[in-house]
Structures are given as structure tokens and as C-alpha cells.
């Protein structure tokens, strides 16, 4: 029978300390719940990145195993989500679970960024700037999961052109204790490649990274060139894939 996880201690003794599933407990915040079962591991947490996620962790026998029950209990609007090939693993097991699509966890331990901090030329941004902040990510990242008035985006970080606009934007979003994460990174289409992007980057997972043991973002396999900037800022990727109940 799975066992209740109770505390945060707990779970990072299940999970040998993964960033990823610390992340997905949210510090066991309302509403989070968390089995282990043999060599798996499982959280639910409502409304993270603005979706229900069961997050996954171990052996993919053990973690099937889990999910045959949890899924019932947990109900159909939640997402699995683990690394890929435990995610692929765990679906070509089950007959009730299909794919959804794949993506990239990217994570570095705070003590690993060593550039200059301050960043010049970045700040936090108030809520009167909130406006700019989604017009920007209108033009920019329509489809970012981060935009000013979602549930769990905390604050804005921003860099200006001469004229005073906002060039680029970053979110403090979905940060828990032990892991800073960022979200909603965008620069102006007419402006990029000229290090806006990365500037507002640096300073915001600087800020986090003062406060947090671990920094980590999420960004879509396809786009090169923000994984080869995030790596170039010392992070690393690991990738990740979702799936669902069949129906759901």
C-alpha cells in the first residue's frame, strides 16, 4: 500500500532530494499530496503552472504501480509529469494513460552561478507595470504560462530600451523553498539578440538564487536558443514529458 508523505523531509528523503519533485510539492502547500510506494514517488499539487500536476519520481514499475490507484483518487484533470523516459516507460505500461508531449526541466544549484550581481541594467517591476508587462508578452510569448494575474506568478522583473519601454521580461513564478523558479522570459521581437534576454535572465535568477538552494525554469524542446542562453548561464537539462488519462 502506498504511504502518506507528510512532510517536506520526508519526501526529499523519498525522492533523494530531486529538485523536480520539491518543486512539484510546493512546499506541501494547500492542497498537495504525496505517496511513495516501494521505489516510486508520486505528488499531486493543484493548479502548478496553471495545470494540476502529479509529478513522478523512480523506477517505472514502482511508479506504474503507484499511479494504478492515485489516478482514481486524484481524478482526471491531473497531468503526469517525470522525466521522459520514466513519463514514456510508465505510459507504455498502462492502458488508461496517453502521451501529451515533451519538454525541458532546466536546473542549477544556486552556488553555481557565479556571475557579477547585481545585473545592471534589470530591475523588479511594480503592478502599475503589469500592463506593459502583458502587452509585451502579447507580441512576444503569447503563449507563455506566466502573465501578470496568474495564480502563483509572484513578481515581474524587467529591462528597458532608451525609450523608456520594456525590451524583455521575467517571471519570479511557482518559486517554493528549496527551488527559485523562473517563468514568462521574453524580449521584444524587434530587439533580440542584442542581450536584453539574457540580462533580465541573470538578474532574476540571481535574485532567486540568494534565496533559494536551487534555481529552475522550464522551456519547450524546440527552442535552441533559449536552452543554449540558459546553459550559457549554467544550467542544466533534463527532459521531461506529461501525460493524461485517456478521455481527459
Same mark, same amino acid.
Given at each position: 500500500?502506498? =504511504? /502518506? ?15 523536480? @519533485?520539491?518543486?512539484?510539492a ?7 499530496? $504525496? ?30 504501480? +503507484?499511479? !494504478?490507484?492515485l489516478? !482514481? ?6 497531468? =503526469? ?11 507504455a505500461?498502462?492502458?488508461? +494513460?496517453?502521451?501529451?508531449? @515533451? ?18 541594467? $534589470? ?6 507595470? !503589469?500592463?506593459?508587462v *502583458?502587452?509585451? +508578452? ?12 496568474? $495564480? ?20 519570479? *513564478? ?8 523562473v ?6 521581437? $524587434? ?7 539574457? /540580462?533580465v ?6 535574485e ?10 522550464? @522551456? ?20 521531461? *514529458?506529461?501525460? *493524461?488519462?485517456?478521455?481527459?
Amino acid at each position: 500500500m502506498p =504511504v /502518506r508523505l507528510r512532510d517536506v523531509a520526508q519526501l526529499a528523503r523519498a525522492c533523494s532530494g530531486d529538485a523536480l @519533485v520539491l518543486w512539484g510539492a510546493q512546499a506541501m502547500g494547500p492542497g498537495v499530496r $504525496a505517496w511513495a510506494l516501494e521505489q516510486a514517488v508520486a505528488v499531486a499539487c493543484p493548479g502548478l503552472n496553471r495545470r494540476d500536476r502529479l509529478t513522478v519520481y523512480g523506477q517505472a514499475d514502482a511508479v506504474g504501480a +503507484l499511479l !494504478e490507484g492515485l489516478l !482514481e483518487e486524484v481524478g482526471p484533470s491531473y497531468r =503526469v509529469m517525470g522525466e521522459r523516459k520514466l513519463v514514456e516507460q510508465v505510459v507504455a505500461r498502462s492502458a488508461r +494513460l496517453r502521451p501529451l508531449g @515533451v519538454f525541458e526541466w532546466m536546473e542549477a544549484a544556486a552556488s553555481a552561478l557565479t556571475w557579477p550581481r547585481p545585473e545592471a541594467g $534589470a530591475e523588479w517591476l511594480g503592478s502599475a507595470e !503589469e500592463g506593459q508587462v *502583458a502587452a509585451l +508578452l502579447a507580441r512576444a510569448a503569447p503563449g507563455s504560462w506566466a502573465a501578470p494575474g496568474v $495564480a502563483g506568478v509572484r513578481r515581474w522583473a524587467g529591462v528597458r530600451g532608451q525609450d523608456g519601454h520594456l525590451v524583455a521580461v521575467a517571471a519570479d *513564478a511557482w518559486s517554493c523553498a528549496q527551488v527559485g523558479f523562473v517563468a514568462g522570459v521574453a524580449t521584444a521581437p $524587434a530587439v533580440r539578440g542584442r542581450g536584453h534576454g539574457g /540580462r533580465v535572465c541573470r538578474f532574476v535568477l540571481g535574485e532567486l538564487a540568494a534565496a533559494h538552494e536551487r534555481v529552475a525554469l522550464m @522551456v519547450d524542446t524546440g527552442n535552441h536558443a533559449a536552452i543554449a542562453l540558459y546553459e550559457r548561464l549554467g544550467l542544466r537539462g533534463r527532459p521531461l *514529458a506529461a501525460a *493524461a488519462l485517456e478521455g481527459a
